[in-house]
């Protein structure tokens, strides 16, 4: 029996602005279990971000249920999801989000000082293949790269699941190999649960599960047999 | 409205808390200018006329008895516009319900003719019935201190005989704005009363029938001063003349002008270090303004805006923050130079305020405010004209940091990333980082300059009354006295201690300077009312020689060794030469002292005092009182503890209203400061931030590391703020500086400690402000975005 990570039921979430009412999730049931790599595709506006920030605590549903093992995610406050996030939880953004005045070693310093149980920086820029530039600063550092210690700094805690929205999206085929070949390493060494969204239908082919996301509603599930390796991907 | 002004007001709504910021420093060196110069203007004006209205006199002087023939000489004086004869005597009262004696000063109102000078302004009541030997006016503040109505009583000792007076007016006077009694430091109206009687009733108590003892002119435009001083000291100098002087020298209108000095000061000082701030603000919040909108400004470009019109588009942004500044300034201002012109106009009982309108301080205040505001834009503004369109519309290149140590010294066992982050930011913002702890240090100093004024006065209090004059009362006789009443006063009931002290009017000449004093002749052991000297110690007499006031030893140039002239002006009024040989610290008037006995010799006369220091045992002050009372030849009676209560009153009152003002003014400038650069390094760092709350960080610790920067720098600040306020304390010491009243410059260590505390909280004021910001940081949309 497969461990469930995330169990969600029903789960809504609706943007109101102004007059008008957007429903990004429109009932959403999944569940996603341990160790999985899954790929989140749809167009823009699907639902799949949403899903995504609500997964990470950095937003709440509207209505319905998700949870993170046995602890409700959607009943926690602000202060509950900031603990969630810090033992949980690693992200992975388009955009590297690094501070530009902290080195590469420095920046996944940042989540180990206030993790529980973390590797060190070292080991965790070794694991993505950046053991040699750890001093260097960001704007020292290629986009790739950029993204890698974005990675490392997101698995130094240990966490259990990696939520990773559009990874290789400001990246070129080459370099936006190495940041999936990366993530896949982790997963394969670490076991970490990794949802994975991108709108380059080519990555699919590397994960357990592909979700097809429309209207806030998951339309399709495909499962792979067996995954294919990063190297094959093409753009 | 062009869409550029739209996009104006928009960005204003927007930053309005930071444009309020802004606008508050500014508006805190409008309203200094204005307060400073205009209550400044409002009290000169009210002075000026009150001065026209009422014919105050510009020459002075006392004669022991001049005959009423001697008045068309003076009237013929060249320059002598008119000439006001009368009798004033000082004499003691007696009034019920008060047990210690008062001091009254007695004038005589003329009975044929009308008061050409120094007329009075009628408050209540009516002028006395001429010939009547009772009635009198009294000034307005002796009677409401006592409770008199018109009708009340009370009595005098006239030329040694007691008299029943009875209050038909009281008045107010220019010649007495601020009425000090013979022996005091400061005016206590219910020891010491102007009286107004009518000249008959008075010339007979003093057996000055067709005579007078005092006389006062008015000078035609142009005329010299000194030389009408001159021809009268000639025509009185026979009949007793104790040398005349002119407004200088006046008492009343002599304090009026150091006050009137100070605020003057005040708007020299105070109003540049909030224009460097404001123009510092201006720089910082419209230089990042400006980068966040590069892209904007970019687009612009690319559309064919000209650069000319892009740069106005920011410079009015400026203006208008000016402007709200100017318009709350200018009220602030006006309000606060209404209630000090009120203050300082019941303090020197003025018959009526002149609040000055004038437009020029507005248009002054605005025109610096303006200028500070444009001169701090001036970075911004060229920046943007710089850019070209094409490398606009671009990310500004990622910033560059450096390593403070070499990678392979690794601080994070050392420092938290979150200290590493903040040392970094500090290297990569020197300018920033100097001019905010600048502001932050200027907040501190005008602190330390509001509060040091308390440290100074409890300095002068000690010196002037429990170093200097010991004594617990001073009894003044009107004339000169044989030495053998010293003896009579120390057999008064209670008297523990006596000491004499005999004063001569002086002209003290050294070179080209000269300053008209009283040379003081002390017993040369003198033990209640003692010398000390600038070391702070008491010093003995010397034999030969003068011990001056060290402020008398640097208007005249001299030094100890030194031999200066003196004018004798009593007795033979000799001219004669005496060394220097000592200098004094005291913080009151200018003055000069010699032992008694070489006074006596320089005088050839038998030792002869004006005045006894008294010790009196306070158990049997009633029984010493009621003896004084009946003493005909007191004229005074000065007792220390009142006039300590006095001073202090009037130091409290004036040191808690500055002190408030200016502490206010500071905690704007350290709220100011400190929220603005909160407020910039969050718009900067907003996205370093979120990415923590995203990675785990509680908001706690995002708003720590987001102020930890400004708390170091807060803290630096304050060594250098300290030193700023000592600086500005020693200015405000050098300006306070006067013949009248000078203080030494004393900063306790609390009133640093204070004056940091009241920073830090303003610091911490606007890190809560801030915090609600960091609290509705929107995560997602932040990360979402390109930086």
């Given at each position: 029996m497969k461990e469930t990570v995330f169990s969600a039921h029903g789960l809504t979430k609706v943007y109101t602005t102004g007059e008008v009412e957007v429903?990004?999730?429109?009932g959403l049931d999944l569940d996603i279990w341990a160790g999985e790599v899954v790929v989140l595709l749809g167009?823009?506006?699907?639902?799949k971000s949403t899903l995504l920030n609500i997964m990470g605590g950095l937003d709440q549903a509207t209505s319905g249920t998700l949870f993170f093992k046995d602890q409700e995610?959607?009943?926690?406050?602000d202060r509950g999801l900031t603990a969630y996030r810090r033992r949980h939880v690693g992200f992975v953004f388009q955009?590297?989000?690094?501070?530009?005045?902290?080195?590469a070693l420095e920046n996944v310093a940042l989540v180990t000082e206030i993790a529980v149980n973390p590797m060190t920086p070292s080991e965790s820029l070794a694991l993505v293949g950046l053991q040699d530039r750890m001093h260097h600063f960001p704007a020292q550092l290629s986009g790739g790269e950029q993204q890698r210690v974005a990675i490392a700094r997101a698995i130094a805690k240990r966490p259990e699941v990696l939520l990773c929205d559009e990874?290789?999206?400001?990246?070129d085929s080459k370099t936006g190999i190495k940041v999936i070949e990366a993530l896949l390493s982790v997963n394969e060494q670490l076991g970490t649960t990794t949802v994975i969204i991108t709108h380059?239908?080519?990555?699919?082919?590397?994960?357990d599960r592909v979700l097809f996301f429309a209207d806030g509603q998951i339309s399709k599930v495909q499962k792979n047999e067996t995954r294919r390796p990063s190297a094959e991907v093409t753009w | 409205m062009s869409v550029l002004d739209l996009k104006l007001l928009r960005d204003l709504k927007r930053l309005w808390a930071q444009v309020l910021a802004i606008a508050l420093v500014i508006a805190g060196g409008v309203a200094t200018i204005i307060l400073a110069v205009g209550s400044h203007h409002s009290l000169d004006e009210t002075r000026i006329a009150y001065y026209e209205r009422f014919g105050f006199a510009d020459v002075f002087a006392q004669v022991r008895r001049a005959p009423n023939a001697v008045i068309p000489q003076i009237e013929q004086?060249?320059?002598?516009a008119a000439v006001e004869p009368r009798i004033a005597q000082l004499a003691l009262l007696d009034i019920p319900d008060f047990r210690e004696p008062a001091t009254g000063q007695f004038i005589s109102l003329p009975?044929?003719?009308?008061?050409?000078?120094?007329?009075l302004f009628m408050r209540e009541g009516r002028m006395p019935?001429?010939?009547?030997?009772q009635e009198v006016i009294v000034t307005e503040d002796f009677a409401s201190a006592h409770g008199f109505t018109l009708g009340s009583r009370f009595a005098a000792i006239l030329n040694g005989r007691k008299r029943e007076l009875v209050i038909v007016g009281t008045a107010l006077s220019p010649e007495f704005i601020f009425a000090v009694g013979p022996g005091d430091i400061m005016p206590d109206s219910r020891r010491f009363g102007v009286i107004w009687m009518p000249e008959r009733a008075l010339a007979a108590a003093y057996n000055l029938k067709d005579g007078f003892s005092s006389v006062s002119l008015k000078l035609m435009p142009g005329a010299s001063e000194r030389e009408v001083i001159q021809r009268l000291d000639d025509i009185l100098e026979r009949y007793g003349g104790r040398a005349a002087y002119g407004r200088k020298d006046q008492t009343s209108h002599a304090w009026l002008n150091h006050e009137l000095d100070m605020l003057n000061n005040m708007s020299r000082t105070l109003p540049p270090i909030f224009l460097i701030v404001a123009a510092f603000l201006v720089n910082l919040t419209l230089g990042r303004l400006v980068a966040l909108q590069r892209e904007q400004v970019g687009l612009l470009k690319a559309l064919g805006y000209a650069n000319r019109v892009i740069a106005a588009h920011y410079v009015k942004f400026v203006l208008i923050i000016a402007v709200i500044g100017i318009v709350i300034g200018s009220a602030v201002g006006t309000w606060l130079g209404i209630s000090v012109t009120k203050l300082f106009g019941s303090f020197f009982r003025f018959p009526f305020l002149l609040f000055s309108r004038d437009v020029s301080t507005y248009l002054i205040g605005a025109a610096l405010s303006v200028a500070a505001s444009v001169v701090g834009a001036a970075r911004a503004v060229r920046d943007v004209v710089r850019l070209l369109p094409a490398v606009a519309m671009q990310a500004p290149a990622p910033p560059q940091f450096r390593h403070?140590?070499?990678?392979?010294?690794?601080f994070d066992r050392v420092v938290s990333q979150s200290t590493v982050m903040m040392f970094r930011n500090i290297s990569r913002h020197p300018f920033r980082t100097a001019f905010t702890t600048l502001g932050i240090a200027f907040a501190t100093g005008i602190l330390v300059v509001s509060l040091f004024t308390r440290d100074t006065m409890n300095v002068l209090i000690d010196v002037t009354y429990?170093?200097?004059?010991?004594?617990?009362a001073t009894v003044s006789f009107g004339e000169r006295r044989s030495a053998d009443v010293v003896y009579q006063i120390a057999h008064?009931?209670?008297?523990l201690a006596v000491e004499s002290s005999r004063e001569v009017p002086v002209r003290i000449r050294y070179g080209t300077v000269e300053r008209r004093i009283l040379l003081n002749g002390k017993p040369k052991?003198?033990?209640?009312?003692r010398i000390i000297d600038v070391e702070l110690h008491p010093v003995t007499l010397p034999q030969d020689g003068l011990a001056i006031s060290d402020m008398l030893a640097r208007i005249l140039g001299v030094h100890v060794g030194d031999v200066v002239e003196i004018d004798?002006?009593?007795?033979?009024?000799r001219t004669v030469t005496v060394p220097i040989a000592a200098t004094v610290e005291d913080y009151f008037g200018i003055r000069a002292m010699m032992d008694a006995k070489a006074l006596s010799v320089l005088m050839r006369e038998t030792p002869a005092v004006n005045s006894v220091h008294v010790s009196v045992d306070a158990k049997e002050l009633d029984s010493f009182y009621d003896r004084i009372k009946a003493m005909?030849?007191?004229?005074g009676l000065a007792l220390q503890r009142v006039s300590l209560a006095n001073f202090r009153e009037a130091v409290a009152l004036l040191v808690t209203m500055m002190a408030g003002i200016y502490a206010g003014l500071a905690a704007v400038i350290a709220f100011g400061v400190v929220y603005n650069n909160a407020r910039i390094s969050l718009s900067e760092h907003a996205r370093d931030l979120a990415s923590l709350r995203v990675l785990g960080f509680t908001r706690g610790e995002v708003l720590r590391i987001l102020l930890l920067e400004l708390a170091l720098l807060t803290l630096i600040a304050q060594p250098p703020g300290w030193a700023i306020g000592y600086g500005l304390a020693w200015i405000m010491k050098a300006q306070l500086a006067g013949e009248l009243m000078r203080v030494r410059l004393v900063v306790e260590h609390f009133t640093f400690a204070m004056s940091s505390v009241i920073v830090i909280a303003a610091a911490l004021l606007s890190a809560v402000i801030v915090r609600s910001r960091v609290y509705a940081l929107d995560l997602v949309s932040v990360l979402k975005t390109r930086d």
């Open positions: 429903r990004a999730l429109a167009p823009s506006g699907s639902g995610l959607t009943k926690l406050d955009f590297y989000n690094l501070l530009p005045s902290l080195t990874p290789t999206g400001a990246l380059n239908a080519n990555i699919q082919g590397v994960a | 004086i060249p320059g002598v009975e044929k003719r009308e008061q050409v000078l120094n007329r019935e001429p010939g009547n030997e403070f140590l070499p990678a392979s010294l690794s429990f170093l200097a004059d010991r004594q617990d008064l009931p209670g008297v052991d003198a033990e209640l009312s004798l002006l009593e007795g033979q009024n005909p030849s007191i004229s």
